[in-house]
């Protein structure tokens, strides 16, 4: 038994139903888009067995491209969770045979309810196809298992109609990135679009700042408090951002230090005046493109107001942990 040519041949199989389904598809896919986007309330995903897992799948990516989705489960729609369905609702069932009785009880409540209901079935002459607005028909014949005892090709072709479903209804909705990150804030894209410098700066007591009248000894103790971001920010009486001193300028005053002494000098001496610094508004992961930058590189910046007063310090370090 050759393992790698079974497995093969399960995508060949799986690939052919996939292909098998896009060519069937016609109108009536164009009515269910329309149907959805039309739809005063909710799409409402029912399936059983290996469709239910499908069925939640397609619901979420659906919900997370924009349109508002759900998966009720046929054993508990039957013990009270049909109350969660309206007449404004459409619901899709989805179902390889069309017949399985948990599914088919569904009928008569949603009917009654007036909801509009759709069957994405491999049966046209099945209960769950005569008994629903309309049907369209995945045209499965061969089952990627062993003797087609096992839903293969069959949900595999369903969870690739639910991802053409999600994202037809997606593009025509004019759904974008920025839209997608608000359902998304966690999420990598989230994260570039939604996350300011504000959100991830250090600020208040956590932000390494000294006054201008400080000294040199005054800004290391400063600085060696708050070490993860490796630098203090020099400041007047009024917040008004002055300069930066970081943990390189440190080095390099230790590397020419002649005497102890000469750390009680003013930091305005050796800070760097008038630094690079950001407003809040910035995009995190456009703060480390900056930092990051070969040409001139930061490990530390002042985060400003509109009018330059400092109100945080944001690090590489800072930016790493938050996953940019």
């Known amino acids: 038994m050759d393992i790698l040519e079974i497995a093969k041949n399960v995508f060949e199989i799986e690939g052919e139903s996939i292909n098998a389904v896009k060519n069937g598809l016609n109108n009536d896919f164009v009515k269910l888009v329309e149907d959805i986007r039309a739809c005063e309330g909710r799409a409402i995903i029912v399936g059983i067995g290996k469709c239910s897992h499908v069925g939640a799948k397609i619901a979420a990516t659906m919900t997370s491209l924009g349109t508002p989705t759900f ?67 995945l045209s499965i014949t061969e ?32 759904f974008s990135p920025s839209d997608y990150a608000i359902f998304h804030p966690s999420g990598m894209l989230g994260k570039k679009l939604l996350f300011t410098v ?73 800070m760097t005046a008038n630094p690079i610094a950001l407003t809040r508004e910035v995009k995190a992961v456009d703060a480390l493109a900056i930092m990051a930058n070969p040409e001139r590189s930061f490990s530390i910046l002042p985060i400003i107001d509109d009018v330059g007063k400092l109100i945080g310090m944001i690090s590489t370090h800072d930016l790493i942990k938050a996953g940019f």
Do not use: W
């Open 71 to 137: 998966f009720i489960h046929p054993a508990e729609a039957l013990h009270g969770d049909l109350g969660r369905i309206t007449k404004n609702d459409i619901v899709l069932f989805f179902s390889k045979s069309g017949e399985s009785d948990e599914i088919t009880k569904m009928l008569p409540s949603i009917n009654f309810l007036g909801a509009k209901t759709v069957a994405i079935t491999c049966r046209d002459s099945s209960t769950l196809a005569k008994n629903c607005s309309y049907y369209i028909k």
């Open 143 to 174: 089952e990627a298992s062993a003797y087609s005892m096992a839903p293969t090709s069959s949900t595999t072709a369903m969870m690739v109609f639910g991802d053409a479903l999600a994202v037809c209804l997606e593009k025509l909705s004019e």
């Open 198 to 270: 504000a959100d991830v700066m250090a600020s208040g007591k956590d932000m390494p700042h000294v006054l201008e009248t400080a000294t040199i000894k005054d800004a290391i103790v400063e600085m060696s408090s708050k070490s993860v971001l490796g630098g203090v920010a020099i400041v007047d009486c009024e917040d008004y951002l002055l300069g930066i001193f970081t943990q390189g300028d440190l080095r390099r005053l230790l590397g020419s230090l002649k005497d102890i002494s000469e750390l009680s000098i003013n930091i305005t001496i050796v």
